[in-house]
């Protein structure tokens, strides 16, 4: 990493450089240990800004945009019902289910493959390239202060990382790489489903430009997807079920919400319009942001603000956290989880109130899968609320045990892990779910 770490610890700064200034701010710091030794050089989420990076998020962009994110809406829709099938048979499970969830979004709507209910090969693939991503992430390497040091060979005392750099790197080729062979060998099959591999793999032939190169570049930005996507709609969708274990009230509200809306007879759809859970959904992403420092950005070249010189090179950490938790922002007491605060008298969401964008990151990196994230997100809660009560689990006393609230630190937060009863609100309620994926 660069000499300099500047942390920017308020919106305004915030605003001014990684925003207003983006096109000097968005540079990333070089992760040796990440990219050059365990192998994420394909993640355009860890590439410099420059041409290979714009030609991938350019790729992604396409495929998330507002015209494009209804197609991704069927496979968002099974995946929460399938939660809710999940959730039903093992409720003790529920962190294993969540991310269950998470990667069958992600591998249909990218590659359209129907992931196995276990031991899905797929979602193994990636998950292993994660663990490497967040073992990676979330530890400090010598090598990352020391770039020389990726140069040691692996048998010197001191040079361990490159043995466990070298296991990962295995799982990290693999991630892009599988899926992508998948759809293309499902093609020529004639038994693909439709996707975003298979709607771009379309166009690229019909185009007739150079296809290796083309086909190279959608490769890598589809498995930004999962690497991007995944561990953060576990992480944020885990402290969905820890807040409605702290708060019962506002979980109660939740439920009644849901079902003026809905009603007794069926499940929640993309049309349904319930402000109470889209408050829900805004106040659990400021309350706890899954990756409170975000990613790290860095500056390109030499730049002054308010009379402080900032090298070219300097590390820019926009604090997500601090931002988040400004009470001149969103009102007092934000260390608490109050969904009121985006509401208006007669119920509607605010729209005069900051969004917590600053969950999602700044400028030209701002997170590309956020639309995405924030319907799983929506429809997964709505239909949680619809269907369960979650309750604090009970000691061997029967007393119900308060969770910690506490988190665990690193790159990417999770709760830490809690005791909590997830139980079908009604025998209504599971007769709806059992047939849910019928309908
Ligand atoms: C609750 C869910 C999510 C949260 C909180 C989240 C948050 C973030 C944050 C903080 C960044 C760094 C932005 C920066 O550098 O300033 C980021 C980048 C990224 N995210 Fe997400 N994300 C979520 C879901 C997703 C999903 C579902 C996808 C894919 C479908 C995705 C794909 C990406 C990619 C590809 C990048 C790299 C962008 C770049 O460097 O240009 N994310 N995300």
Same mark, same amino acid.
């Given at each position: 990493m660069g000499d300099t770490v500047i942390v920017l610890n308020s919106a305004t700064a915030i605003d001014e450089l990684?925003?207003?200034?983006s096109a000097i701010y968005s540079d990333r710091p070089p992760f040796p240990m990440l990219?050059?030794?365990?192998?994420?050089?394909?993640?355009?989420?860890?590439?410099?800004?420059g041409s290979e990076w714009k030609e991938r998020r350019k790729v992604f962009m396409q495929q998330f945009q507002p015209s494009q994110v209804h197609l991704h809406r069927p496979a968002e829709l099974k995946a929460a019902r399938v939660l809710l099938q999940r959730l039903l048979e093992s409720p003790d499970k529920y962190e294993r289910h969540l991310r269950h969830m998470a990667g069958m979004v992600i591998l249909s709507t990218a590659y359209g493959i129907d992931v196995q209910p276990e031991d899905d090969p797929h979602i193994a693939i990636s998950e292993k390239a994660l663990h490497a991503m967040s073992s990676t992430g979330n530890r400090f390497f010598l090598v990352d202060s020391f770039p020389i040091l990726k140069h040691l060979p692996e048998f010197l005392p001191g040079a361990g990382f490159k043995k466990k750099a070298r296991e990962w790197a295995r799982a990290v080729t693999a991630m892009p790489k599988v899926p992508y062979e998948f759809v293309k060998r499902s093609r020529a099959a004639g038994t693909a489903n439709s996707s975003i591999a298979s709607r771009a793999l379309d166009d690229i032939e019909e185009s007739g430009d150079s296809r290796a190169e083309r086909e190279k570049i959608l490769e890598d930005a589809l498995g930004a997807c999962y690497a991007g996507g995944a561990d953060t709609t576990v992480s944020a969708l885990s402290f969905f079920v820890l807040a409605m274990t702290m708060f019962p009230d506002i979980q109660k509200k939740a439920q009644a919400a849901v079902d003026a809306v809905i009603g007794p007879s069926r499940l929640p759809d993309f049309d349904d319009s319930v402000p109470y859970v889209d408050a829900i959904m805004l106040e659990l992403l400021r309350w706890r942001p899954v990756g409170p420092l975000g990613v790290p950005h860095a500056v390109t070249i030499d730049d002054i603000y308010k009379g402080y010189h900032i090298p070219a090179g300097a590390v820019v950490v926009g604090n997500s956290w601090a931002v988040l938790h400004d009470e001149k922002i969103y #009102?007092?007491?934000?260390?608490r989880f109050i969904p009121?605060?985006?509401?208006?008298?007669?119920?509607?969401?605010?729209?005069a109130m900051r969004e917590p964008n600053a969950a999602f990151g700044f #400028?030209?990196?701002?997170?590309?899968?956020r639309d995405m994230a924030q319907w799983s997100l929506w429809i997964s809660a709505a239909s949680i609320l619809a269907t369960f009560n979650i309750t604090k689990g009970l000691d061997e006393n029967g007393v119900p045990v308060e969770p910690s609230g506490e988190f665990t630190s690193g790159l990417l937060c999770y709760p830490v892990p809690h005791k909590c009863d997830i139980l079908p609100r009604s025998e209504a309620a599971r007769a709806l779910i059992q047939t849910a994926l019928a309908v």
């Open positions: 990684l925003e207003d200034r990219n050059d030794l365990v192998g994420f050089t394909w993640h355009f989420a860890f590439m410099p800004y #009102g007092p007491n934000t260390d009121e605060r985006w509401l208006t008298e007669s119920g509607e969401i605010n729209k #400028g030209r990196r701002i997170c590309p899968g």
